[in-house]
């Protein structure tokens, strides 16, 4: 793989979190029976893998371009960069306190939802959606309960629907007008899915080609990949863990859904150690596909809490466990990860964007009391600033 600071991508580029969704009918949780497999027996109990939370900095590339969100000086932003573009501009949805954080997710026909997280006063979840990148954020409802903080705790389902991860990853709702609302508590999940060992939810995604909702977890059963779906007392597990992976506990970070297939990335925690795997279940399979690991740095050498997770598109995957620690970045499923350049003093958050056939990273670094937000470009000599973006010090972009 190249180090120029264009890193080739190995697949066509797809949505971030979620391919592009076509109308069809929102049932909650659901899942048509012939794409669910049999749950498949689940092996001993072991150690449950450590969950660990991405952090809410991330980004989320389409095929116009890349949204990112960034922390600045006691609230956050959305930034966006259009595709074939170099320069950020600011893309906040106004009028909300968002000191709690901002979650996006891909929605229908180019556009986007985003989810302010409860803090301080604000004791409920607003929506905010755009029907396309060009257009207006517009005020779409609430959620009456504490979002999970984390960048896969939302889903978008067609027209006004969506999926979401409530009360600490306790919870799974799906809600919209035709439909209404239905919940799944971990207690109901844990019975439906019998020794899937399932200790919390960490992410939802919508998948087009299912016309549903796909959730994930942490188990603490050896040989399981938790994620699963399907109608209400009928979910069950998507597909059976790899030979590689018997011996060992999952925990998802992150899951994406495409045309052909879910992919998700695994904290494995075996005998030597924790890793972190991309995995890849094509449509129709019955089995996940694993790539090659990475070794997860120990606490005592970095923290590992918040790292940020970026689905780039396709089968690619971005972490950065923070502070001086690499930037790793796979590209397909036998890629195999290849680690770039530690992010510049200050950075607090990523993104992945679309260069036509590559990827091209950047780093966002903000300092305490200041309106501006740095952002720099990864290039063969290192990070380079590329652009100093002014942001207003007040809610709501």
Known sequence: MSRSGRIPFAASLRSGRAGLLTAG????????????????????????????????????????????????????????????TARWKLDTPPGVADNGGVVLAPA?????????????????????????????????????????????ALAAGPGSEYAALLGGGTEARAAGPRTGSATESIQSLRTTLGGAGLTRLTAVVWSSRL?????AGASSRKGVVPVFAGPPGKIALLAAAPRSLQGSTVAVLDLSSGSA??????????????VLEAAYLPSGSTSWSVGRPV???KASDTPLTEPFVEHAGGTGWVYWAGGGAPVDVTTGVNAGWTSYASPPTHTSGLAAAASGDYLQLYAFATRNGSDIVEIYRLESDGWSISQALSVPL???G
């Open 295 to 297: 070794a997860l740095p």
């Open 261 to 274: 297939a879910l992919s998700a990335l695994l904290v494995v925690s075996g005998a030597h150690g924790q």
């Open 394 to 396: 007040a809610l709501g």
């Open 211 to 215: 016309r549903a909702a796909v959730l």
């Open 108 to 152: 229908a026909n180019a556009g986007m939802l985003a989810a302010f997280r409860p803090s301080e006063r604000l004791t409920y979840t607003p929506l905010a959606r755009k029907a396309s990148v060009t257009a207006r954020w517009r005020a779409a409802g609430i959620i009456e309960s504490d979002l999970e903080s984390s960048p896969a």
């Open 25 to 84: 009918a929102l049932t909650a949780l659901a899942l048509s029976a012939a794409a669910c497999s049999n749950s498949p027996a689940p092996a001993s109990t072991g150690t449950p893998a450590e969950v660990l939370r991405p952090s809410l900095a991330t980004s989320l590339v389409t095929k116009q371009g890349t949204f990112a969100t960034v922390p600045t000086t006691g609230y956050w932003q959305v930034l966006f960069l259009a595709s074939g």
